[in-house]
């Protein structure tokens, strides 16, 4: 029904920058708010960004603000996260997941997740 299919993760040095793309594919897929949430080894998946279907409001954790920037393009159906400044803390798995009914900061809110990407930033 609504596939996410996420690219851009990699390497980069402290500093750097990475930008992730998620597009996503199928039904209405352009009238679903969009998020990014990532999960480092030993840690609990965590809130990253969210986007509603018209982009105007945008929602971003508080480790990230200033550095992160989720936006996206409903014409081409995918959503981005430009990562800059990056941190060795950045280190993790990005997820892009899609929801129905607008935003939200919890994951247990969406309903569509892409497979990953991992992202890890050297010291």
């Known amino acids: 029904q609504v596939q996410l299919i996420e690219s851009g993760g990699g390497l980069v040095e402290a500093g750097g920058s990475l930008r992730l793309s998620c597009a996503a594919s199928?039904?209405?897929?352009?009238?679903?708010?969009m998020g990014w949430f990532r999960q480092a080894p030993g840690k609990e998946r965590e809130f990253v960004a969210a986007?509603?279907?018209?982009?105007?409001?945008?929602d971003y954790a508080d480790s990230v603000k200033g550095r992160f920037t989720i936006s996206r393009d409903n014409a081409k159906n995918t959503v981005y996260l430009q990562m800059n400044s990056l941190k060795p803390e950045d280190t993790a798995v990005y997820y892009c997941?899609?929801?129905?009914?607008?935003?939200?900061?919890?994951?247990?809110?969406?309903?569509?997740w892409g497979q990953g990407t991992q992202v890890t930033v050297s010291a």
């Open positions: 997941a899609a929801k129905y009914l607008g935003s939200s900061t919890s994951q247990y809110d969406y309903d569509y």
């Open positions: 199928g039904r209405t897929s352009s009238n679903l708010g």
């Open positions: 986007i509603t279907r018209s982009a105007i409001n945008t």
